[in-house]
């Protein structure tokens, strides 16, 4: 939010600071016309002028000569017709150039309105250059202002216009009109325009300004229908032409553009060095642009001194050999200081309606963002609460079906003391222990914290400890549970209990059988790599690992359901058998890969 309301600040500003150049601008027009007003002849005031025109150096000091100029033609008119086109013409150019300062300024708002004048007067001046030079600046500033609508109906009429020799112009305005069928996603009529303006490239020369127009908008078309070979041979082009003319706006847009071109490519690194260079410049830009503001006030200032010892001086010769007038001139120059004052009173009003307006603007826009933070806090609240309810839900649905499947358990303990056949009462005990192992997953996920996660060292003993409590009642079984407190998921632990159940579940039926003194099973759960997780399942004797012929041909074998479970898991399952006992190793890959920072641990059941 902080960041938002400097932004805004900082556009009031920059608003402010160009409201106040066009009023300082409107003062010294009203100076220079009143001043023109004071002078005895017309031609007199022109030969002035004119020569003040001369030594001008900045863009600033020509528009307000232009301006005066204009006046003063327009004034002429009345008494010596003739002369309405050269006002018309100066007027254009003092628009043009003020376009011009705001372009620069980077505000194409203000620019396009100065652009919209001076096309006006090239109109008025049926000067077709000017026409379509003023159009194609105009369409430049609604490209940029992104009103591509308002562009493209500017250059439909000037394409018209233009004739079919003029390369340098057409280039120009068929750029400008890439851009904006770009910015309204019509790449059909883009690329029907791109094809016209390379037939006219090649005509225009070593005009490198229009040619910076013409590269960018064919790159950008480019970009965006992935001709990103061509893209990058024009781009080359661009970034010459950009070090020839010494221009870091056009190199800070050749970074940006060869950014975007190597982020579509997926060539992340080179996308990421042009990204860097591209910042770079556009902070050096920024920097430039606070210093040339600073030097251009030092040099308006000093033109302005310049300007006003040049008035001075044709006024003291206009007094030197027009002593008969110097009455006159004492009351227009009365007059002038009530119209001066009236000014500076007129400009101090404004300048404070101005600082006024931009105050309400700041604080309404400061409590739109105070009640857009508000309902962004609410719908976070809301949807703090919507994850508690099903966060509770979800410990609801592991809670019941773990009471399912408790029952069931006891039911068909129940069931069991009407069954005599020994082989059923077997099978049985296995369906009993592989739903516990289900059950003890549910159970466990409903008094963690963790609902998506199984801590899998505490499972397999509380696992191994029913199975060996439940299978053997009468003897003294020991089972050692050590390794990584690693965290699985719910479908991985899952099966990862089968397979413990299956091994617990034969042991039974052999390995304490053949080791009277010494029942050990040995369960060591070990995190080999990063993403790797290997149980290793040991115990004394070889019947750990045997297999035996089931008395039904569709009856799976324990070995036949830990090498499905094991597959289920992607992983791989071995069977080991050597003189010190028999081994189990199954190997698969974690799905989370997360596990904890805890030392390993091994307790025994």
């Known amino acids: 939010m902080a960041f938002e309301l400097r932004h805004i600040l900082a556009n009031r500003s920059r608003s402010l600071t160009i409201t106040c150049i066009a009023l300082a601008t409107i003062l010294m027009v009203i100076f220079s016309s009143s001043f023109i007003s004071a002078q005895p002849t017309y031609d007199t005031v022109e030969q002035n002028l004119t020569r003040m025109l001369q030594f001008a150096t900045s863009d600033t000091t020509i528009i307000r000569l232009d301006l005066a100029l204009s006046k003063h033609y327009l004034d002429k008119t009345g008494s010596d017709l003739g002369d309405i086109q050269q006002a018309f013409l100066y007027a254009h150019d003092a628009h043009q150039r003020l376009g011009n300062i705001y372009m620069s300024l980077n505000d194409p708002g203000q ?67 890439i851009e904006a069928e770009l910015a309204l996603s019509n790449l059909n009529a883009a690329g029907i325009s791109y094809n016209q303006m390379q037939i006219h490239i090649a005509g225009i020369g070593p005009n490198q300004n229009v040619m910076k127009y013409g590269l960018r908008s064919s790159i950008a078309l480019l970009v965006s229908t992935r001709r990103y070979d061509e893209a990058e041979m024009q781009l080359k082009a661009l970034h010459s032409l950009a070090e020839n003319l010494h221009d870091p706006d056009l190199l800070c847009t050749t970074e940006n553009l060869a950014f975007r071109i190597d982020s579509a490519r997926g060539n992340i690194p080179s996308a990421i060095r042009h990204y860097q260079r591209f910042r770079s410049l556009s902070d050096s830009i ?120 408790q029952i069931t358990i006891s039911l068909l303990n129940s069931e069991m003391t009407l069954i005599a056949d020994d082989e059923a009462l077997n099978l049985i005990k296995d369906s009993q222990a592989r739903m516990f192992t289900i059950s003890l997953i549910h159970n466990r996920l409903y008094h963690s914290q963790n609902l998506g996660e199984i801590e899998m060292i505490g499972y397999l003993i509380d696992l191994c400890q029913f199975l060996t409590e439940t299978s053997f009642p009468r003897r003294t079984i020991r089972v050692l549970v050590g390794g990584d407190p690693l965290y699985l998921d719910v479908e991985q632990a899952v099966l990862l209990g089968m397979i413990t159940t299956e091994a617990v579940s034969n042991a039974q039926l052999y390995t304490c059988h053949e080791v009277k003194n010494d029942c050990t099973l040995q369960f060591q759960l070990d995190q080999d790599s990063i993403d790797t997780i290997v149980l290793t399942i040991f115990s004394k004797g070889h019947a750990l690992t045997r297999e035996p012929a089931p008395n039904n041909k569709h009856h799976l074998s324990r070995h036949d359901l830990m090498e499905f479970f094991a597959g289920q898991l992607n992983g791989e399952i071995v069977f080991q058998t050597t003189d010190a006992g028999s081994t189990i190793i199954i190997r698969f890959n974690i799905t989370n890969k997360k596990q904890l920072t805890l030392p390993g641990r091994t307790n025994a059941v």
């Open 111 to 177: 620019a396009a309105v100065r652009f919209q004048q001076s096309l006006f007067y090239a109109k008025r001046n049926h000067d077709t250059l000017s026409i379509l030079t003023q159009s194609g600046l105009l369409a430049l500033a609604y490209n940029q202002s992104h009103l591509p609508e308002k562009a493209l109906a500017v250059l439909e009429p000037a394409l018209r216009l233009s004739p079919a020799d003029a390369y340098t112009i057409l280039v120009f305005l068929l750029a400008n009109k």
């Open 286 to 405: 920024n920097r430039r642009n606070f210093d040339m503001d600073i030097d251009v006030l030092q040099i308006q200032y000093r033109e302005e001194t310049i300007i006003e010892e040049l008035k001075r001086n044709a006024h003291e010769l206009d007094l030197l050999t027009n002593e008969s007038r110097l009455q006159t001139k004492s009351l227009q120059a009365d007059a002038l200081i009530r119209k001066l004052s009236l000014v500076v009173v007129g400009l101090v009003v404004i300048l404070i309606g101005v600082i006024i307006s931009r105050y309400l603007i700041e604080m309404r826009s400061i409590r739109l963002i105070g009640r857009s933070q508000k309902a962004i806090d609410a719908q976070n609240v809301e949807l703090a609460a919507l994850a508690a309810e099903q966060e509770r839900l979800l410990r609801e649905i592991h809670h019941r079906v773990k009471n399912n499947l």
